[in-house]
């Protein structure tokens, strides 16, 4: 019962964020969906590695990734591995140009299973990062 109270609540959430634009400006501290699609994404030295296409949401709500548009395939970036400065709608990884190519690609035809355990740690060691659930432990480990 609390992990539906919890969905709903988390599902009316992301509405209440999404339909910001019609209900007036962004509240601060708010980041809006729409700014982030078309974020464009660099890599250590400046290197641009992309634009951000999509965003991925757990069943919870919780933004895990970033897909990429990269030269023509789409990668995935896990959240925490972009810094984002939200006013010149920009990303930077902390991956070499060299690094980021090794990264696993695939098209629109083709997504991934973002939440099987195998690719999630084969992405996370990508970019030196614990998978997902892991990373969410953390974080609430570090709120209390």
């Given at each position: 019962?609390?992990?539906?109270a919890v969905r709903t609540a988390s599902a009316l959430a992301l509405v209440a964020f999404l339909?910001?634009?019609?209900?007036?400006?962004?509240?601060?501290?708010?980041?809006?969906?729409?700014?982030?699609?078309?974020?464009?994404?660099?890599?250590?030295?400046?290197?641009?590695a992309g634009t951000v296409q999509d965003i991925v949401l757990s069943q919870d709500g919780?933004?895990?990734?970033?897909?990429?548009?990269?030269?023509?395939?789409?990668?995935?970036?896990?959240?925490?591995?972009?810094?984002?400065?939200?006013?010149?709608?920009?990303?930077?990884?902390?991956?070499?140009?060299?690094?980021?190519?090794?990264?696993?690609?695939?098209?629109?035809?083709?997504?991934?299973?973002?939440?099987?355990?195998?690719?999630?740690?084969?992405?996370?060691?990508?970019?030196?990062?614990?998978?997902?659930?892991?990373?969410?432990?953390?974080?609430?480990?570090?709120?209390?």
């Amino acid at each position: 019962m609390l992990r539906t109270a919890v969905r709903t609540a988390s599902a009316l959430a992301l509405v209440a964020f999404l339909a910001a634009p019609v209900l007036g400006d962004t509240p601060p501290g708010a980041v809006r969906a729409k700014n982030l699609i078309g974020t464009t994404v660099s890599l250590q030295g400046g290197k641009q590695a992309g634009t951000v296409q999509d965003i991925v949401l757990s069943q919870d709500g919780v933004v895990d990734y970033l897909i990429v548009s990269a030269g023509g395939k789409l990668v995935t970036v896990p959240w925490q591995a972009a810094k984002f400065n939200y006013e010149k709608r920009s990303a930077t990884i902390n991956l070499t140009p060299e690094q980021f190519q090794r990264i696993p690609t695939y098209s629109s035809s083709e997504y991934p299973q973002f939440y099987n355990p195998t690719y999630q740690s084969q992405i996370y060691k990508y970019y030196n990062l614990p998978p997902g659930r892991t990373r969410r432990l953390e974080r609430r480990l570090e709120r209390r």
